[in-house]
């Protein structure tokens, strides 16, 4: 017979009893099995916690014979797919030098080798997402989906955070460029954008020859004069205490 599944309710119980020890003693070994499982229930769940992923590292400083590659590579994708928050830079700075310590020393090499590249990997994708530079990810991204593809929901994380980056930027921006920033195009672009339309307020408007352009919601960023310029406006309590003053 298979595994039963546990109810939400079990779920949200142990999610909240790794949350407590995290909070209680973090610096438990005792603790460590279960932060792993943690991540990959983060994982399948498509939940988050950072807290927990960066109490799990740490510990891993302290035991490094104890830590895992899989693991590890999971709490960097996680993280990533957290931007614009630097998660991804908190957790990097976490993981130790020393990876694991076996008698057999080629197979040392070949662990310290592996993990090297793969955290090599999603360090050159992090820089490429910091730095809008979509098209450069999403080829690199492609090369090594046997990493990505194991975390659900990365490909529409990563998707929001370029669509997060355009509206800091466009008012209205040409359909190429969000293609491109998306890594979507035709029939399921269409879809993407008809969806968008429905449920964020995004606009199509026609542009300059065939060029469609996407009307995004105005903000701070792409629309200045609505910042509110704090620092130039001096509150009316303020004015009326100087009042005597000059008197």
């Known amino acids: 017979m298979g595994r039963e599944r546990e109810s939400p309710n079990q779920q949200q119980q142990v999610s909240y009893t790794v949350e407590e020890l995290v909070a209680v003693n973090p610096y438990n070994p005792d603790i460590l099995p279960d932060l792993e499982n943690y991540v990959n229930e983060q994982v399948s769940s498509q939940t988050y916690s950072l807290d927990a992923n960066l109490c799990l590292l740490r510990l891993y400083q302290f035991e490094p014979e104890r830590m895992s590659l899989q693991i590890i590579v999971r709490i960097l994708v996680k ?127 026609k542009g300059q020859g065939r060029t469609q352009l996407i009307a995004l919601p105005s903000n701070e960023f792409n629309h200045p004069e609505l910042k509110k310029n704090t620092a130039d406006s001096v509150p009316l309590d303020h004015v009326t205490k100087i009042f005597p003053v000059l008197g």
């Open 79 to 205: 993280a990533l797919m957290a931007l614009p928050a630097s998660d991804f830079n908190l957790c990097l700075f976490l993981i130790p030098e020393r990876v694991v310590w076996c008698s057999n020393l080629c197979q040392l090499f070949f662990v310290r080798q592996q993990m090297e590249e793969q955290i090599k990997t999603l360090i050159v994708l992090s820089h490429y997402l910091e730095t809008a530079r979509f098209r450069q990810f999403w080829d690199e991204a492609a090369k090594y989906r046997s990493i990505l593809e194991v975390v659900p929901g990365f490909e529409q994380a990563i998707q929001s955070h370029a669509i997060h980056v355009l509206s800091l930027t466009y008012q209205r921006v040409p359909r190429p460029i969000l293609a491109e920033a998306i890594n979507i195009e035709g029939l399921s672009l269409d879809k993407f954008l008809e969806y968008h339309v429905a449920n964020s307020g995004w606009v199509l408007e």
